[in-house]
């Protein structure tokens, strides 16, 4: 899969490395490759924890400045805006200097951030640092799938990619689990600096463990003169940021990404108020690491969602193998089908059991069924998009990326009031109603995917197209 976040056509063709290059990335011994993926994924995990784990905290943060829970709930929502707007920024920088560079600084900027906002005690100071802390933490949104890209062939993403997907889908209900143990009985500040402490810890491990796996910035350094190849800055930005909207506005695919990223990851972080509500001091009554523990029940059904795609990533590639090595991004969908009819029905019985007389480990159960849903969805979207789009991958995801965060940020900011006004049945059951729309979705790609991919002027470039270099 191309990077998540960055068209490959920005990339210098005629860079390639010989056959059997020991310094080609692909060509790493399988440890090497494997230590990488090991190292960015803590880091990847704590790029939600940023946004989730300040939400344990939120209540010593309103009682500190003396401000509504609308405006306490900016701090999470101008965090995850910024991760909207950041790798458009960062993804270009990373063609000029690399990925591991990018990584490290951005990275490092982010952990300076998380310092100043725990000192910090001037409220729109605080809200500044917030959404520069996001646009800064996107680093693995902006690189992480190309890294898997310069590590393995297309078709020998499938581990690595579920892997990618299942910290950036659990990142939000284990980054609440975690800090939800420091945030009781302390102040909002000790959050931080614990977020600084374990960031910092892994900051390092990924300063140790990551080299460069970017081809062209290998091969630049071997031979100076293909950076003459290479676009200006401004060129790449003006491509970073028009693309991913040309996406959005004409292709359906994409359109259908984004509703789903959209409406599943807004949810996602919405989930942070709606547990405080249903098993605080408001529903069951739990403390905060309580609410905490109720998130375990997402975070296995996320972490199952890992073990089924195994099935679905056997039956692909057998889909594959029948068709001679034709690119069937069809054979992706199968368990998606399953996942979309369950997702609203979740949702829908989750709303039923958050009375009160009804033990608690019901509902917590019906939200891991939403968990895997909510992975196995993601996860399609985002290999669909990969497999029909292949170099411009990156800009069809990048719009998708752009419409998830944006709706991150702006569901939990009307979510309090949804359920205040509603109640925690009626209101979680009209988040349901909005999901039945997206049920057929899979179903339309799995039935009509070769005929939409045909027509469209990207996608139709890779209708037989297995597997094309790294970036």
Known sequence: MRDLHFPRDYYDENATFPPGDPENPRNWPAWRKWLTVAAI???????????????PAMHSFREHFSISTTVATLGLSLYILGLA???MSLAPLSEFFGRSIVYNASYAVFLVLLAVTALVD?????????????LFACVTVANFGGTIADLWPHYETGVAMSLYLWAATCGSPSGFLIMSLVAEGRRWQDVFWALFTICSVFWIIMLLAVRETRHTTIL????RSLARSHRTVRELFQIALARPFRFLATEAIVIFAALY????????????????LVFGHEGHGFSIPGVGFAFLGLVTGISAGVLTNTWQERRYLRAVGEAGGANIPEARVHLAKTAAVLFPVSMFCFAWTTFTWIPPIVPILVSGVWGWCFYTMILMTVVYIGDSYGVYSASALAGTALIRNIAGAAFPLFGHHLMKQLGFQWGATLLAVLGVPLVPIPFVLARYGPAIRRRSPWASQHMDTMDVDGE
Do not use: C, E, Q, T
């Not at 001037?122 to 996001?134: E, I, Q, T």
């Not at 630049?220 to 031979?223: E, G």
């Open 41 to 55: 994924i803590p880091v990847d995990l704590s790029v939600s924890w940023g946004a989730s784990g300040f939400s």
């Open 220 to 223: 630049k350094r071997r031979r």
């Open 122 to 134: 001037n409220l729109v100071a605080f809200m500044v640092l917030r959404f520069l802390s996001g």
């Open 261 to 276: 990223h959209g409406y599943l990851f807004g949810l996602s972080f919405l989930f942070n108020g709606i547990f405080m």
């Open 85 to 87: 707007f950041g790798p």
